[in-house]
Nanobody
Framework: QVQLVESGGGLVQAGGSLRLSCVASGRTQSTYGLGWFRQAPGKEREFVAAIRWIGSSTYYADPVKGRFTISRDNAKKTVYLQMNSLKPEDTAVYYC???????????????????WGQGTQVTVSS
């Protein structure tokens, strides 16, 4: 099993930046990589970005393309989400999840992910 701990959320003005971190522990070798999701009040959890442990493949949801960048440090078993040009609609709880499946869909389906972290709140004020 994999354990995930997110950090880095906070309150920021529109146009600002934040960097989220997700530290993994446990059997990460049983996973393909990590992903970030977010859930705003009253809305379903949605995919944000994902990255594999091996290679250069990254995946982004359309609303964040060009503004968010996902990266990793394999030695630290850590995945980062650099969020720039933040908008009020980016306000949500951001969750990190381990990717156990590799279904050939884009964006990756929720069913591919598990071992969810506790989430970190991101609030963007206008």
């Amino acid at each position: 099993q994999v354990q995930l701990v997110e950090s880095g959320g906070g309150l920021v003005q529109a146009g600002g930046s934040l960097r989220l971190s997700c530290v993994a522990s446990g059997r990460t070798q049983s996973t393909y990589g990590l992903g970030w999701f977010r859930q705003a009040p009253g809305k379903e959890r949605e995919f944000v970005a994902a990255i594999r442990w091996i290679g250069s493949s990254t995946y982004y949801a359309d609303p964040v393309k060009g503004r968010f960048t996902i990266s990793r440090d394999n030695a630290k078993k850590t995945v980062y989400l650099q969020m720039n040009s933040l908008k009020p609609e980016d306000t949500a709880v951001y969750y990190c999840a381990a990717r156990y499946g590799m279904q050939p869909f884009s964006p990756p389906p929720l069913a591919d992910f598990g071992s969810w972290g506790q989430g970190t709140q991101v609030t963007v004020s206008s």
